[in-house]
């Protein structure tokens, strides 16, 4: 879904498409693997790719079940994954013309806006003398600049949006050829797989789009400048008639049905928890200071820590001191907004929203209760309050719901996710899920002892660190079963907090005190 800078094991030596340069070109069925040359004859179906005997050997040697690619070609009915990955492409094609809809009319509508700020000036400029022509000219060639700057950064992105489209429009073509020409099943088989990692990388551009700042609609408007009306008196100490700014708001691009990944992996037993493993690759001492409030992994894969000094916390994703970011006041928990964006919260009424890449502050939300917990979904943010309300609002801090939940500990940890709520008592030793309008879906208490950080794996269970026990239990979706991944003996102890990179399937642990991070592996073969 999102860009990260890492891979998974299993696929760490296979090349990758960037989707802004791929231009598609009439389809070709490979039987062969592209790294080595040897004939596909395997499958894995912890990674869902078809592999060599070399693959295997370098890549693939720990994954279980690699089975013959042959007999899970015979297995599967290509039919439903040729429809799911073409109903993908259907879905993607009319998003990406909505899109060049709205943006076209959005130009078209500020381009009378445009004209009427320049007669706007003309008027001013009759009404004072020669003296301000120069300022004319200068706020005239400040709008042309910053209209002209918009309308092409407008243009340039529709007509990449019109390039993905014509990609979109060759792929579903070939998807079609698939079956209309007398390809052998393995063919069609390996046919489906190969458009359907064009179809993924696609998939995450248009994910990518929804937070993109290109996709808003833009608007400029002009300040007149107060001092206009006394201008035959202080004429010398006006430095501007006014100033064009670029206001922009989100366009609504909900899209009919979420695109996922499902072709063929439907068709699959879906992974459940029995079969789910956890590894630890490496553990190390970073330089985060002591006790840890928070931890989470941004989209391109580094990572987020609030310490107990309040102070967040940026990691390469080699787990190095990257930097501190620059937010004042002491911080509680965080979570990601979009790939520059996240929201802070404090043991006060405050949460701020923070772009990363210019390190400011962009908003303040003030609540009227302290504000523990935050988690961020569908355009809004799950805030606990105290240790009885999680409160749902938007990006500029309206409510959109306030749920009253029973808790004995603070709702410092808690996830959003799918329309669910699911939060951890600490004293009351459980784990809930609750639906948006407050109704309990399941609570999960067996085993836990102290539970804090949780998060979700890409199938939607629940992993949760138990703070006291040293323990990771894994709650499956639904609250019906549960299993322990790891247990204090394996020298992991105290865990605090714990993330997942969804891409990547790996993740981290850390410790309450902050002398460790754990990088951990999922499988669920």
Avoid at 159 to 170: D, G, P, Q
Avoid at 362 to 378: P, R, V
Avoid at 392 to 421: A, F
Avoid at 466 to 481: L, P
């Amino acid at each position: 879904m999102f860009k990260s800078s890492q891979r998974s094991n299993g696929t760490h030596d296979h090349k990758t498409i960037d989707v802004t340069s791929y231009q598609l070109s009439k389809p070709t069925i490979k039987t062969e693997c592209d790294i080595h040359g040897q004939q596909l004859n395997l499958y894995c179906p912890s990674h869902l790719i078809p592999c060599c005997d070399e693959c295997f050997s370098k890549s693939h040697s720990k994954c279980k079940e690699i089975k013959s690619l042959i007999s899970e070609v015979e297995k599967t009915n290509i039919e439903k994954p040729l429809k799911s990955v073409e109903a993908d492409i259907i879905s993607m094609m009319k998003f990406l013309e909505k899109l060049v809809n709205t943006k076209s009319k959005n130009i078209k509508t500020v381009e009378q806006k445009y004209l009427g700020i320049k007669e706007s000036v003309k008027e001013i400029r009759k009404e004072i003398n020669k003296q301000l022509d120069n300022l004319e000219i200068k706020l005239c060639q400040e709008t042309d600049t910053i209209w002209n700057q918009e309308k092409s950064k407008a243009t340039n992105f529709i007509s990449e949006i019109e390039r993905k489209r014509e990609s979109l429009k060759e792929m579903n073509e070939n998807i079609r050829s698939i079956t209309e020409h007398n390809n052998s099943k393995l063919q069609s088989f390996l046919g489906v797989y190969q458009i359907e990692l064009q179809v993924h990388q696609f998939q995450r551009y248009i994910d990518n789009l929804e937070n993109d700042e290109r996709a808003k609609a833009v608007d400029i408007t002009m300040k007149q400048n107060d001092e206009i009306e006394g201008i035959l008196s202080k004429l010398e100490s006006i430095t501007s008639l006014g100033e064009v700014m670029v206001v922009k708001t989100a366009i609504d691009l909900k899209r009919e049905t979420a695109i996922k990944r499902k072709a063929q992996v439907e068709s699959r037993q879906q992974s459940n928890i029995n079969n789910m493993t956890i590894n630890i690759e490496t553990k190390i001492q970073p330089e985060i200071g002591e006790l840890i409030r928070d931890m989470i992994c941004l989209m391109d894969g580094r990572i987020i820590v609030v310490n107990g000094d309040g102070k967040v916390i940026l990691l390469s994703t080699d787990c190095k001191l990257q930097k501190y970011l620059p937010v004042s006041d002491v911080a509680w928990s965080v979570t990601q907004i979009n790939q520059n964006t996240i929201a802070i919260t404090y043991p006060g009424t405050d949460i701020k929203i923070f772009n990363m890449e210019k390190e400011t502050v962009t908003k303040f939300i003030k609540l009227d209760k302290t504000s523990y917990g935050i988690s961020f979904s569908n355009n809004y943010l799950a805030v606990g309050l105290n240790d009885d309300e999680i409160r749902i609002i938007d990006l500029e801090g309206n409510t959109k719901n306030t749920i009253q939940v029973q808790s004995r500990s603070n709702l410092y940890n808690l996830v959003y996710y799918n329309d669910r709520l699911i939060y951890s008592d600490l004293n009351g030793r459980s784990v809930t899920c609750i639906d948006t309008s407050g109704k309990q879906i399941w609570q999960y208490k067996e085993d836990l002892t102290g539970p804090t950080g949780l998060c979700t794996d890409v199938h939607g269970n629940i992993i949760v660190a138990d703070h006291v026990s040293g323990k990771i239990i894994v709650i499956s979706n639904d609250g019906q079963n549960s299993k322990e991944l790891i247990r204090r003996e394996k020298g992991l102890y105290s865990s605090k907090c714990i993330c997942v990179n969804h891409i990547e399937s790996s993740g981290y642990i850390c410790e309450y005190l902050g002398t460790y991070l754990a990088k951990f592996n999922l499988s669920y073969g």
